[in-house]
DNA sequence: GCCGGTCTTTGATCTGAATCAAATTATGCG
DNA sequence: CGCATAATTTGATTCAGATCAAAGACCGGC
């Protein structure tokens, strides 16, 4: 470790997670000095392409990570090729399976991303230490699970326009806000993704794309550039 | 508090919780005696008949409950009347939301069933002061965001009759066997709700139903009693 | 045991989304 | 740039599951 770095450790509280340079995700946000000293000199910062697969289904993982940027693509896979993504991670969220080793499913980087990695015998013990580490991986495992009901709703009872519009609405939540109620966005995911991850078919996506953007509702600059001018009428839409 | 019940409390670790009969749930087993002890003294065991509501969606709850007894639905409902099962619960789970008071969703009893019920505050406390207790419920948390995301590849992916068989391949999964591959179990939901859990309409969970039934994979003893002779082959129906 | 209501099954038809097919538009690369 | 390849859109047709309709089956109450 070089000196400027370690320098980071000698200021007080809070510290900055070296790995994650201060924007504390759920892990680092959680530990104490010594712990983030200790976690960081076991840990790795990675810049990974789109499409890299962090973890695979069926496999067992000895990683756990955080998402610094980028988006990432959870995906259950079956043995006949049909494919379903059950949820999308921005950043600052934790990826991986707590106390369970084996994944029943694969997350890969739907765009460029950086994450970092810990070891998972390491984070594990520190779960087992650190109360307030567990109650933040807690909370997000309630907010995945909230998530994840609220997409079965889409996925079991929505029509497909109100699929596409709940999808748009989705992301265009999590971009930056233009002014109140108008937006703009780079898609981090393909037709063939928003399709698996909608339960229909990359020409229904893009026909009901077609349909929205006819009806002004939104602006399609290129296939993946989005804009919203009624964020509010996307979510009507959605029902 | 009568003088029998008291008597509990003072025999050795691990002591029962009186509330839940010594069939720990979640909670009951995480917690110390004095713990137990408290949470006794303000907990109330109940018996709820089937279509009972324990929590409504967009409502705050001071509750939560650990099921004793039965099958309790998670629902989700669109302003316009559209439904869909998120989850099924069964004993002993844990119900009710930590950290968040308004529920997205509802929480009503499938069957007869019956339930622990806690203040909220007081066991809000008790989670804060038990990382045992945290552990479990995060656990529970992570085990049923496994099962919703399952369910989001049944939803998304799988047609009419592998939806049936995997419903049919899970609830038998819960009964106890009767041998090696065969089964025999109620349905704790009635043809709406499996309508409403898979994402169909009614017409289609009897006429798959009947599908399976002619092609020897169930027996329809009556609507709501099903013997399965080889679950494997449900299992592999649901692809 | 009969009656009214609810739940389930079965049948006929329709329709939204899938499938099949082809044109069009991006994208990367020598 | 210009070509090869992949991604997306558009069109024609089909089909799984929805909808509409009606006939059983079941259940509680009297």
């Keep these: 470790m070089d000196v400027a770095s370690s320098e980071i450790f000698e200021t007080g ?6 790995s994650c340079q ?3 995700g759920v892990v680092c946000g959680a530990l104490s000095n010594a712990q983030l000293k200790e976690l960081n000199r076991h840990s790795m910062r990675r810049k990974i392409g789109a499409g890299s697969e962090i973890i695979a289904q069926g496999s067992e993982s000895s990683f756990y990570s955080n998402i610094m940027r980028g988006v990432v693509k959870l995906c259950k896979m079956m043995p006949d090729g049909r494919q379903q993504i059950v949820g999308l991670q921005f950043a600052p969220d934790f990826v991986g399976r707590p106390f369970v080793r084996e994944s029943t499913l694969s997350a890969e980087a739907a765009t460029d991303a950086e994450i970092c990695v810990f070891p998972r015998n390491l984070l594990d013990r520190m779960i087992g230490e650190t109360p307030e ?6 909370d997000q495992a309630l907010n995945e699970l909230d998530a994840a009901r609220e997409w079965m709703l889409t ?8 699929k596409v519009a709940s999808l748009l609405h989705l992301i265009g939540t999590h971009a930056e806000p233009q002014t109140a109620i108008s937006t703009a ?3 981090p995911l393909s037709r063939t993704e928003i399709a698996d991850f909608l339960g229909l078919t990359i020409e229904t996506v893009s026909r009901q794309m077609t349909r ?4 002004g ?7 993946r550039h989005i804009v ?3 964020l509010d009428e996307l979510e009507r839409i959605s029902a």
């Excluded at 509280?13 to 070296?18: D, F, I, N, Q, S």
């Excluded at 580490?133 to 807690?138: E, I, N, T």
């Excluded at 929205?212 to 009806?215: G, N, T």
């Excluded at 509702?217 to 296939?223: D, G, Y």
């Design 212 to 215: 929205l953007r006819k009806r």
């Design 155 to 162: 996925l079991g009872r929505r029509t497909a326009e109100e």
């Design 22 to 24: 201060a924007r504390h």
């Design 185 to 187: 966005f780079d898609l």
């Design 228 to 230: 919203v001018p009624d």
């Design 217 to 223: 509702v939104i602006l399609i600059e290129n296939s």
């Design 133 to 138: 580490l567990q109650r933040r991986l807690h």
């Design 13 to 18: 509280t809070p510290v900055a997670c070296r």
